[in-house]
């Protein structure tokens, strides 16, 4: 239930004339309450109505209450477009501009709502009743989806707090038999400890040329295996976006949290950085805080989830049914997303390395590939890397706010509709696999339905097809780990798919003082006398 409240003031370009008032009372009212602001609701409630209103010099006032159909704002303009044409032809007088005083949102129930949201002037429960108090508005910004989108929010904070603050549902719905691991130890020490890796900075690694190599080859083999033998085509997508992007896939709204934004410089001119130059030379100090001033506003974000450029290359056009479906994959560069806490070796970066697979078409075709895609991966895990998985179906909370799909009931798993399938790898250093905190999530595959095709304004040929998106993520250094955590260092440990396309790497930098440790210089000997039962490239 929601009902609106609150004075609209018509402000005129002269006095009122005492005709108009006259026309207004014993005939105007009666229009605008039985017809104006009934039209295209099926029960009274839903409309609006004007419940009293007084003449002050060039102000008309109207006290108007509404329904959820005809919302008050909406009861505003359309009281104008009525009045418009009668003032002016009639009175020549006109409409300069409206304002929205004292406008109350009346929700049902007591929800938690922030005075700090736009617009929200202060929010009151009384009796199981929400009133949600307005700013003041204008013309303006009645025509803009302000109020509708102040409510949609509240809407989908209300659905997020039941959903249990998740992101999302995990159900499991497959998982590997049982393998035995040939290993126990921590790669993530292991390989800061040869000197295989170096901090950078929070989250972020350098990789030296032998764990770059194997990482190469293990992307290699990904691509052969998976995704050449289904017909991807291989694309560079950019890794910054404008912040509109973002707008239009959700992700602003839903992931602002774990996102990297970009600012451009204030100028190209040398000159206008004398003042950061100057600071720099004498004080030797990088200050943020004093960089701001050197710096426009953020206008991008650093790549987040890697496909949002496919969506708008596609976006606007209708796209020819003979060209369906579209594949594409992009590993042109990093991901970037900020982890709170639990920053630690390869499972939890910064700034990581994936191959973002996406795909559009015709619902039945995006489905068809998902479960394509789904063969391939089961192949690749279980035949290839032979390494212990689970697959999940997660409901994901963005789907469900945004009308793809209804939350499943207790049983009901349908994976043949928008969705994702997370896949999780056992890390045996963690602990059993008894223990959920010893998985790790190192991709999943996702059907979207319209979800982006609609706000980019994908079309199909037909004007009866829909278009739907497809997008999955092999996240590099998960996988990696992941592999290593269960067979380790020794090629004699390796499937044997994955031995034959491994070769062997270059040899390691070795410093006076690098790597840091003698423990970590005899286990890079160790390691590197293993690795040398591989062929040469």
């Not at 009743?129 to 302000?146: M, N, Q």
């Not at 963690?430 to 304004?457: C, M, T, V």
Request: hydrophobic fraction near 40%.
């Amino acid at each position: 239930m929601i009902r609106f409240e609150g004075d609209v003031e018509y402000i005129l370009s002269k006095a009122v004339p005492e005709d108009f008032k006259s026309l207004f009372t014993k005939k105007l009212i009666d229009e605008i309450n039985s017809k104006v602001l009934l039209r295209g609701v099926s029960k009274k409630e839903e409309g609006a109505r004007v419940v009293s209103y007084e003449f002050l010099d060039n102000l008309i006032r109207l006290k108007i209450r509404s329904g959820s159909k005809v919302r008050l704002h909406h009861a505003a303009l359309r009281i104008k477009n009525y009045l418009a044409p009668i003032l002016g032809k009639e009175f020549r007088i006109g409409i300069r501009d409206i304002i929205l005083r004292n406008a109350n949102i009346i929700l049902e129930g007591s929800l938690h709502v922030s005075t700090s949201l736009p617009i929200v002037k202060e929010v009151r429960i009384e009796d199981k009743i929400t009133i949600v108090s307005l700013t003041d508005l204008k013309e303006s910004e009645l025509k803009r989806p302000i109020i509708d989108r102040l409510l949609k929010l509240l809407d989908y904070k209300e659905k997020r707090a039941k959903w249990g603050g998740k992101v999302e549902h995990w159900r499991l719905i497959k998982k590997s038999v049982g393998k035995e691991p040939k290993f126990r130890d921590d790669p993530n020490i292991i390989l800061e400890k040869i000197g295989w890796i170096k901090r950078y900075a929070t989250g972020q690694w350098l990789y030296t040329p032998p764990i770059t190599h194997l990482l190469r080859k293990f992307e290699s083999l990904f691509i052969e295996v998976v995704l050449k033998p289904l017909g991807f085509s291989e694309a560079i997508f950019p890794k910054m976006n404008p912040l509109e992007i973002g707008l239009k896939t959700g992700h602003l709204r839903g992931t602002p949290h774990q996102m990297f934004f970009a600012s451009q410089p204030i100028s190209y001119n040398l000159e206008d950085f004398d003042e950061w130059i100057d600071y720099v030379s004498v004080l030797n100090k990088a200050d943020p805080d004093h960089l701001r001033n050197f710096i426009k506003p953020p206008t991008y974000f650093i790549c987040f989830a890697q496909c949002e450029p496919f969506y708008w290359f596609f976006g606007g056009e209708i796209i020819d049914r003979k060209e369906l479906p579209i594949m594409w994959f992009d590993r042109s560069g990093p991901s970037f997303r900020w982890e709170s806490g639990g920053l630690r070796g390869l499972e939890r970066v910064v700034e990581f390395h994936r191959i973002e697979i996406v795909w559009l078409g015709e619902p039945e075709q995006v489905i068809e590939i998902r479960n394509k895609l789904l063969e391939r991966y089961e192949y690749f895990m279980d035949r290839v890397l032979d390494i212990e998985w689970r697959w999940a179906w997660v409901t994901p909370f963005y789907l469900v706010h945004a009308g793809e799909i209804e939350e499943e009931k207790e049983g009901e798993i349908d994976i043949n509709r928008p969705g994702t399938i997370d896949f999780e790898a056992w890390l045996p250093y963690k602990g059993s696999r008894e223990d959920p905190h010893a998985w790790l999530e190192i991709g999943n595959i996702s059907i979207h339905g319209s979800k982006y095709s609609e706000p980019f304004r994908i079309k199909h040929q037909l004007k009866d097809k829909i278009i739907w998106t497809g997008c999955s993520g092999f996240g590099l250094q998960r996988w990696f780990l992941a592999f290593l955590a269960q067979k380790g260092f020794d090629p004699d440990n390796w499937p044997a798919e994955v031995r034959r396309r491994m070769t062997r790497p270059p040899r390691s930098v070795r410093m006076v003082t690098y790597p840091k440790s003698k423990d970590g210089e005899k286990l890079l000997e160790e390691i590197e006398l293993l690795l040398s039962k591989l062929p040469s490239e």
